[in-house]
């Protein structure tokens, strides 16, 4: 994963290249998402991710270790919550600034699609999700 939203990229170019202050969120949420529709753009209303309405979804915390190379890649296993109904077809992730609502900051698609039914878990284990710059 290597797409930083647009959200993103104008908050690190002002921040850097116009001295505006950019506070980094204390925590990062991982988000399940069933397209890229409005990911890039940060647009919330057209963002396909999971349903929280009876699905036992939620977005699960993230953290990375530190850069190399102009890479990071998360530090521990993201488990999320069995289902407690189908979610659908989970093709994209999106790193998060909260755990509802908030922004986008990294998205991309997954190596294979899983689609998630009534009991199925979605897992990424450490050092398996990569942001890059490079």
Do not use: C
């Amino acid at each position: 994963m290597s797409a930083a939203s647009d959200f993103l990229e104008n908050e690190l170019l002002d921040h850097v290249l116009s001295n505006a202050a950019y506070t980094a969120p204390t925590t990062l949420y991982l988000g399940l998402f069933t397209s890229d529709g409005g990911l890039e753009n940060n647009t919330e209303g057209s963002q396909t991710e999971i349903s929280t309405s009876g699905t036992a979804y939620g977005r699960q915390s993230i953290a990375f270790g530190t850069a190399s190379s102009g890479s990071a890649s998360n530090s521990a296993t993201v488990t999320f919550t069995a289902a407690t109904s189908n979610w659908g077809t989970v093709s994209h992730v999106a790193i998060m600034d909260a755990s509802t609502g908030g922004n986008v900051l990294f998205h991309g698609a997954v190596t294979t699609s899983k689609t998630i039914e009534t009991g199925d878990t979605f897992q990424v284990s450490a050092s398996n999700l990569t942001i890059s710059l490079a």
